[in-house]
T-cell receptor, first 116, second 113 residues
Framework: EAGVAQSPRYKIIEKRQSVAFWCNPI?????LYWYQQILGQGPKLLIQ????????DSQLPKDRFSAERLKGVDSTLKIQPAKLEDSAVYLC??????????????FGPGTRLLVL | AQSVTQLGSHVSVSEGALVLLRCNYS??????LFWYVQYPNQGLQLLLK??????LVKGINGFEAEFKKSETSFHLTKPSAHMSDAAEYFC???????????FGSGTRLSIRP
């Protein structure tokens, strides 16, 4: 079974530029998550989708971050314009729909973003 | 609000020694608890999870954790460390009604030859 795929793996941009990350979840997983992991910290949830609907985006800085999951499969996360403090690893995870308690989340390798 | 506190940002043990990584949680409802491992330049991988069944949970790679409600703890242990165990370990908590997981800040485990 193929895992969660993310691209690119690394990205370096200058502040005020825009950047986009792509995620392809495990086949059949209805729930998709984007996390931000700043160096030395644990992952922080940015947005959670179930199929193509948003379940939780309370931690997403909506003035600069946006995400979509068209057709309930692949997802993109965009930052426009980027700030220095956006330097982090962006992790995508997917899981089956939680029916009784949280389902196991499977993580991709992440995209490491450096904003100069 | 739920949270987890991982005691010790860095733990170093000798190969073959006991591994003990500490995690305390805060939750107003019965929690689900997790331990994840992250190897360099990789995503997180689930080691084990507690879902209100047995309080002693066995995971992959010889790790186990014990849920202690009276101490609000969920410490991770392994009897004998191996060089391949060197990684970052994250404790996490979720409530019983949602799939949102709150992660701790992580503990980096180093293994000395």
């Amino acid at each position: 079974e193929a895992g969660v795929a993310q691209s690119p793996r690394y990205k370096i941009i200058e502040k005020r530029q825009s950047v986009a990350f792509w995620c392809n979840p495990i086949s059949g997983h209805a729930t998709l998550y984007w996390y931000q992991q700043i160096l030395g910290q644990g992952p922080k949830l940015l947005i959670q989708f179930q199929n193509n609907g948003v379940v939780d985006d309370s931690q997403l800085p909506k003035d600069r971050f946006s995400a979509e999951r068209l057709k309930g499969v692949d997802s993109t996360l965009k930052i426009q314009p980027a700030k220095l403090e956006d330097s982090a690893v962006y992790l995508c995870a997917s899981s089956l729909v939680a029916s009784k308690g949280p389902e196991t989340q499977y993580f991709g390798p992440g995209t490491r973003l450096l904003v100069l | 609000a739920q949270s987890v506190t991982q005691l010790g940002s860095h733990v170093s043990v000798s190969e073959g020694a006991l591994v003990l990584l500490r995690c305390n949680y805060s939750s107003s409802v019965p929690p689900y608890l997790f331990w994840y491992v992250q190897y360099p330049n990789q995503g997180l991988q689930l080691l084990l999870k507690y879902t209100s069944a047995a309080t002693l949970v066995k995971g992959i790679n010889g790790f186990e954790a014990e849920f202690k409600k009276s101490e609000t703890s969920f410490h991770l242990t392994k009897p004998s460390a191996h060089m391949s165990d060197a990684a970052e370990y994250f404790c996490a908590v979720s409530d019983s009604s949602a799939s949102k997981i709150i992660f701790g800040s992580g503990t980096r485990l180093s293994i000395r030859p």
